[in-house]
């Protein structure tokens, strides 16, 4: 069998499948991509039993057949000389010979018989949640940031996902702090529920996500949460741990408030983690007389900055962890921004700017090592 294929649009379409590849498995046949042949597409599988993804691309031909590409091929389309592939099929043995420009490729692929295709939806898996692209992308890189990466603490290696009537919130944490975003439409009318899909698999599909005006299509159905972009089929299989109510760490009032500008704010917390040492490499906060000073002082030496601030409340000093307020001040695109602090012991807050529906708490260090 021989087809003909765009180069570019191939390695693509093996480069966002490769994204659900295992590192390493006991499982040979999962470590390989499944490409199927029609007379109208060519489609591309992979899956590491815990996240799947497909994807096509147009082809017109008049033969079909399938069979287990071995990973290898990626690589070779990323180097691959020519702008047109041309591809030989030896069904008895599974051989591919690939040419283009002057090269010649020889690889072996295998059997796809026993290759899993549990991720699949049933013909009638319900009404789909439809978000934005970009939105969606913006909604997920809001919060998995936040996701633990212990393998010892299973729920929270997780983000919630919760729809209620006409609002679908996604929740963070791993447990010094936490982050929740919602997004809402009036034309939802959701059934409650709540599920806890893989933090892992939401930073594969924020690979894929692009800014377009498109909409993704999120279906849950059984164990698996599913999301059908313009042309790419990404799922998950969903985490099985309780998540814990997190609604009691958010305290209600502020003790201070402050207002200030982004960008210097992070240049200075920058700064000041190029000397932050320990575990938690803590950065002193002072907020008085509307003024923030960021300080750090270890062996290897010492800095403090000042910045001017808005302030609403008491005077206040803390320590933080330098690596968790960086990360959210590199998610906030917003020139001005705020933040919450409640008391010595208390959390602090990061809201963004008109959106009331978004919080991003930190515990602070309660001793600096």
Not at 114 to 132: A, N, T, V
Not at 158 to 163: A, I, K
Not at 171 to 194: G, H, K, M, P, V
């Amino acid at each position: 069998m021989h087809i003909s294929v765009n180069a570019a649009s191939f390695k693509n379409c093996l480069e966002t499948v490769e994204k659900a590849l295992p590192a390493r498995s006991t499982m040979p046949v999962i470590g390989s991509i499944l490409f199927e042949i029609s007379d109208s597409s060519l489609t591309f599988s992979a899956t590491n039993l815990e996240l799947f993804i497909k994807t096509k691309m147009p082809y017109e031909g008049k033969e079909s057949g399938k069979l287990l590409l071995p990973p290898k091929i990626v690589d070779i389309m990323r180097y691959f000389p020519g702008e047109e592939a041309n591809i030989n099929i030896n069904w008895d043995n599974y051989r591919l010979d690939i040419s283009g420009g002057n090269a010649e490729f020889h690889l072996y692929g295998s059997d796809p018989g026993d290759y899993p295709l549990s991720f699949e939806l049933s013909p009638d898996p319900g009404q789909p949640i439809k978000i934005r692209e970009s939105e969606f992308k913006e909604l997920i890189r809001s919060v998995v940031f936040a996701a633990s990466n212990e393998e010892t603490r299973p729920a929270f290696n997780g983000v919630l996902f919760t729809v209620k009537e006409n609002a679908l919130t996604l929740t963070a944490s791993d447990t010094y702090r936490l982050a929740i975003n919602e997004i809402t439409d009036q034309s939802w009318s959701l059934d409650t529920r709540s599920s806890l899909v893989p933090a892992r698999s939401l930073r594969e599909i924020l690979r894929v996500l692009g800014d377009q005006d498109s909409y993704v299509s999120i279906y849950n159905e059984g164990n698996i949460m599913a999301f059908q972009l313009e042309n790419v089929y990404f799922a998950s299989r969903l985490l099985e741990e309780k998540y814990p109510d997190v609604s009691g760490v958010i305290p209600k009032d502020y003790k201070t408030r402050i207002t200030l500008e982004r960008k210097p704010f992070e240049e200075a917390i920058s700064r000041a983690s190029l000397l932050a040492e320990g575990k938690n490499q803590a950065v002193n906060l002072i907020i008085k007389n509307s003024q923030l000073e960021v300080k750090v002082s270890g062996q290897e030496g010492s800095m403090e900055e000042v910045l001017a601030v808005g302030q609403d409340g008491e005077d206040i000093e803390l320590f933080a962890n330098t690596r968790f307020v960086l990360e959210i001040l590199k998610i906030i695109d917003d020139q001005k921004m705020g933040v919450d602090f409640h008391g010595e012991g208390g959390p602090l807050i990061f809201r963004k700017p008109g959106n009331q529906s978004y919080l991003y708490l930190v515990l602070p260090i309660k001793k600096v090592n």
